[in-house]
């Protein structure tokens, strides 16, 4: 069978290099599988792309993408598995957080027969904060959208090309790949993994980033939150005429009188809030259709190593 593992990287010149020679020798214990590294540098600043061109030259088992700008990791994944080849793909970081020890335990559970198989890692050594924030996230959108999320599965995983071609069919701009894996479904297996933690360089991820990463997911799979607005804006004016008969009646009973206008003014101001916030989730889908209706690529790429020796030989 052909292996292809797709490693996305964004400035890791500093772990790259170890990352290969671990993937080479996790893999080691696999002869009759054949290899294929595909690495995406996502536009990185330091000297990623040079040890990428260093590594293509040493090894004819490495391909790889240079985008012209730093799209991100989910474009920059969706540029690996178009490129990748092989009969099962495996997505990881290049950071050493997915250890490549359990390749070769992952490549067993495909030839069973499974068409996903998710690394799931724990949450040792995350600080309390960010382990509360993503329990309360995954709680949060499990009730929320209609794919199911597993907390401490991430995009390091192998998908049978049954699964990668499924991927490589949904178009959409706004990519939000934990939901598309598992919207794809198919036979999934997982391997529980220790949480490592990062070897060299940092992590792109902030608390403000994560909490923006959190609502793209609330908003990418379906359309519930216009659905909540629906129903807190009938919620609403149901209380508002039961208080209008109640005014009305009272107003019969006692005769006019002209008191609280501080009930006015409140609900003015909460009325007026409610109706912004409600108007910046739709304006999030409009935002996403406007996004969708341009269908530009997700990314452009300026070299592989297939260009530079062309480049070469002209
Ligand atoms: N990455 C990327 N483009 C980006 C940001 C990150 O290709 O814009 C890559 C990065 O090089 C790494 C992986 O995505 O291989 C995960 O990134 P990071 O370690 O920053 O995320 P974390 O592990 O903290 O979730
Ligand atoms: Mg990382």
Redesign the pocket.
Known sequence: MRLSVV??????EA?VERLHETVRTALAALPDVDVEVVY?D??SEDGTLAVLRRLAAADPGVCYLALSR????EA??LAGLRRATGDAVVI????L?HPPRLLPEMVTLYRQGFDQVIARRDRRGDRFVRKMASRSFYRAINWWIDVRLLDGA??FRLLSRLAVDAILAMPEYNRFSKGLFSWIGFRTAVVAHHNEL?QA?????SFGKLFNYAFDGLLSFNNRPLRLAIYGGLFLTLIAVAYMAWVVADAVEKGIDVPGYTTIIVSVIGLGGIQMMLLGVIGEYIGRIYYETKRRPHYLVRETERLVAEADEG
């Not at 490693?7 to 890791?12: D, L």
């Not at 730093?70 to 990791?73: E, L, S």
């Not at 360089?201 to 991820?205: F, K, L, N, P, Y």
């Open positions: 490693v996305p990287c964004f400035n890791e772990s995406v996502d536009g730093n799209f991100g990791k920059a994944m990881m970081d290049a950071d957080q991430g995009d990062r360089g940092r992590s792109r991820w």
